[in-house]
């Protein structure tokens, strides 16, 4: 299609920036709204069979930039997929991002709730406290890098990064010279062929604490001593862990431990946390610190205190002080294996539950929980988990979410029974991405 000229409208509900022309909404790479802009039109045929077509555009030339467009600070921004705001005000983002959560609660679902202000992130450069690297050949050369944005088959490799930390990036520079210098190949993704598929960093941002982790296929690795000597001046722990499966993953069924400690330890509170390296924890610890503090506020306290999806136990050792008796279920075996150790940590008080909530929930017929904590993964709480709190009917519902539009859908199913009490909470949990953290009391109508 042919070049024009276009102003920018937007940003729909999925972070995509848009404008209109001929009656089309095209979705423009990188735009920011108020930005005039020369972009390059093209197809993309969406569906089973192809008959959906959206519309797309390259920005060609910023003619004149929006008032919240600034410069990125990462030469790699429009071509990796790990930032897609970084060229947009930060106070910009959070204004997108409470609307984002507006429009699913109040226009989509017709909840009429208030949403307060985003908390920003203390730090929106250099905070994740996990990346994972994927490793392959770039024209014939080892890249180490992230993902292109929407493509899961292509890599860019990185010469800087500042969603971690400066030492994050000169650990897979070093991983990049020692494969080049001793021929060690990266994995094939489409051949399955080759050794070293990633390059895992975690860091507690509050311990110090650094873990590596080098994932490969189920080959020998040669030389592996002399890379733990060029990576432990940079960690606490190094691990080789083995995915012998054609999944692109970056977490192994087997982990040796090759240098320091074999797991990452975070403190959040006054708690600290062992943390598998399968296990999930909570990506922005900065921000987790004000998740914490805000269930804690949310929370009544009382005698029973169910956690649902309670990983390696974020809240539960939290609020110990504040119920009698703690129950957490969580199905990831990794999490349980690290809830343990922190439970015995504290002196025990929390009953750890290894199963799925849809399998759990329906099993307990004790008496009514005062306080049930629910924090699921995007898709939301399913249908089964929804009957069953109904059924339980604890007297207040914590929901914590990364996805409104599957929290405002699920609250609207509770809102028979359960009303939203004072604001829906909202945390900037990941700067430059479209991404929101949510928090909402849900206290049973009388």
Not at 205 to 234: A, Q
Not at 417 to 427: F, H, S
Request: glycine share 8%.
């Amino acid at each position: 299609m042919r070049e024009i000229v276009v102003n920018v409208s937007g940003i729909d509900s999925k972070g995509r920036a848009y404008t209109f022309h001929e009656g089309k909404r095209i979705y423009i790479k990188y735009g920011v709204p108020g930005d005039i802009l020369r972009i390059r039109p093209y197809a993309v045929r969406k569906g089973r069979r192809g008959r959906n077509i959206e519309y797309w555009a390259d920005v060609i030339e910023v003619m004149k930039p929006g008032e919240s467009r600034i410069e990125p600070l990462c030469s790699h921004f429009g071509v990796c997929g790990g930032c897609r705001f970084q060229n947009m005000d930060y106070k910009a983002q959070l204004n997108y991002k409470r609307w984002v959560s507006e429009h699913f609660f109040n226009k989509v679902y017709r909840l009429d709730v208030e949403l307060g202000d985003v908390i920003p992130s203390p730090k929106i450069y250099f905070y994740r406290n996990r990346m994972d690297f994927p490793v392959g050949l770039v024209d014939g050369d080892v890249g180490i890098g992230l993902k292109m944005a929407g493509r899961w088959d292509v890599l860019v490799p990185l010469s800087e990064c500042y969603l971690m930390s400066e030492e994050a990036v000169e650990i897979i520079k070093r991983v990049r010279e020692f494969m080049v210098d001793r021929g060690i190949e990266p994995y094939n993704i489409f051949k399955h062929e080759g050794l070293v598929r990633y390059v895992v960093v975690r860091e507690g941002k509050f311990t110090g604490d650094r873990l590596i982790s080098i994932v490969t296929s189920d080959r020998p690795f040669p030389y592996i001593e002399e890379l733990v000597d060029k990576l432990s001046n940079y960690a606490t722990g190094i691990i080789w862990s083995i995915n012998p499966t054609l999944t692109d993953i970056s977490i192994g069924r087997e982990i040796r431990a090759l240098y320091g400690k074999d797991h990452l330890e975070e403190e959040i509170r006054g708690v600290r946390y062992h943390i598998h390296p399968n296990a999930f924890f909570q990506t922005n610890s900065y921000q987790a610190v004000n998740m914490v503090e805000i269930v804690r506020e949310m929370a009544s306290g009382g005698s029973i205190f169910m956690d649902l999806y309670s990983g390696v136990g974020l809240f539960s050792l939290q609020l110990l002080d504040m119920y009698s008796d703690i129950i957490a279920v969580e199905v990831d075996e990794y999490s349980i294996y690290s809830a343990e150790i922190n439970v015995k940590r504290v002196g025990g008080g929390v009953s750890v539950f290894k199963g799925r909530v849809e399998d759990v929930l329906p099993l307990y017929t004790d008496n009514q929980p005062d306080t049930v904590i629910v924090d699921p993964p995007r898709p939301g709480l399913s249908l089964d988990v929804k009957r069953d709190l109904l059924r339980l009917k604890p007297k207040e519902i914590i929901y914590v979410s990364c996805n409104p539009e599957t929290m405002a859908r699920d609250i609207k199913y509770l809102s028979d029974v359960y009303d939203v009490e004072g604001e829906v909470r909202l945390i900037d949990m990941f700067p430059h991405t479209p991404h929101i953290e949510l928090i909402a009391k849900l206290v049973v109508r009388d």
